[in-house]
């Protein structure tokens, strides 16, 4: 697939198992923070978004952490299906923006059946 | 209903070339983007405009010129097409406030390969 070779980082479960997905972000100021997902020849789709007023939210199997101390940012996603493999982005509203997402890197998520 | 619909879906083009992606929403929504995926996957914005009035303007060869109509439609013009344009182009679209309004929706990309 077109995945292939990209040398993102990579997390490889067995369906069923939790993933867990970490991401870092540089500008403190930010305070909005959303998980994308991309599946292959797709576009981005929402996930699940996360204000810096909350350390934690929890959607249907997914749950978002959120640490501003060290500006980390986590997606666990539950009993993770093989409809889960894709790439994960994190952005936040570069430093509180009202219009611009920065995104990180994105990690690849395959899982095993 | 194709909530944000990016034609043509592939392009293969020479360098050299002139060439256009546009972009449509029926979302409603005031403000569009184009961002740019390059070959690792690195999503960067090129520009941004609401309400037909460009906002954001990222380091993006003059070569690349946005157009916005109305509110609802954002194109992209390339002019002189180089090899390093090749890319995944994603046109999105939010409400005025991102942090209010669940971030962007996304199209499902333009794949330009320039030979």
């Known amino acids: 697939g077109e995945n292939v070779g990209l040398h993102l980082p990579t997390l490889s479960v067995q369906e069923g198992d939790n993933s867990i997905i970490n991401c870092a972000y540089s500008?403190?100021?930010?305070?909005?923070f959303i998980w994308y997902k991309q599946e292959s020849g797709k576009g981005p789709q929402f996930i699940i978004d996360?204000?810096?007023?909350?350390d934690k939210r929890q959607g249907q199997r997914v749950t978002v952490l959120l640490n501003k101390t060290v500006k980390h940012l986590s997606l666990q996603i539950a009993a993770t299906q093989p409809g889960d493999s894709a790439v994960y982005f994190c952005?936040?509203?570069?430093?509180?923006?009202?219009?611009?997402?920065?995104f990180g890197k994105g990690t690849l998520l395959t899982v095993n059946p | 209903d194709t909530a944000v619909s990016q034609t043509p879906k592939y392009l293969v083009t020479q360098m050299g070339n002139d060439k256009s992606i546009k972009c449509e929403q029926n979302?409603?929504?005031?403000?569009m983007y184009w961002y740019k995926q390059d070959s690792k996957k690195f999503l960067k914005i090129m520009f941004s405009?609401?309400?037909?009035?460009?906002?954001i303007n990222e380091t993006v060869p003059n070569r690349f010129s946005p157009k916005s109509p109305d509110k609802a439609h954002l194109n992209l013009h390339i002019n002189s097409l180089e090899l390093g344009d090749s890319a995944v182009y994603f046109c999105?679209?939010?409400?005025?406030?991102?942090?209010?309004?669940?971030?962007?929706?996304f199209g499902s990309g333009t794949r330009l390969t320039v030979v």
């Open positions: 952005a936040d509203n570069s430093g509180g923006s009202n219009y611009k997402l920065t």
């Open positions: 405009y609401n309400n037909k009035e460009l906002i």
């Open positions: 500008n403190s100021a930010s305070d909005y």
């Open positions: 979302l409603g929504h005031d403000t």
């Open positions: 996360i204000r810096s007023n909350m």
């Open positions: 999105a679209s939010s409400h005025r406030t991102v942090a209010t309004n669940y971030g962007y929706t």
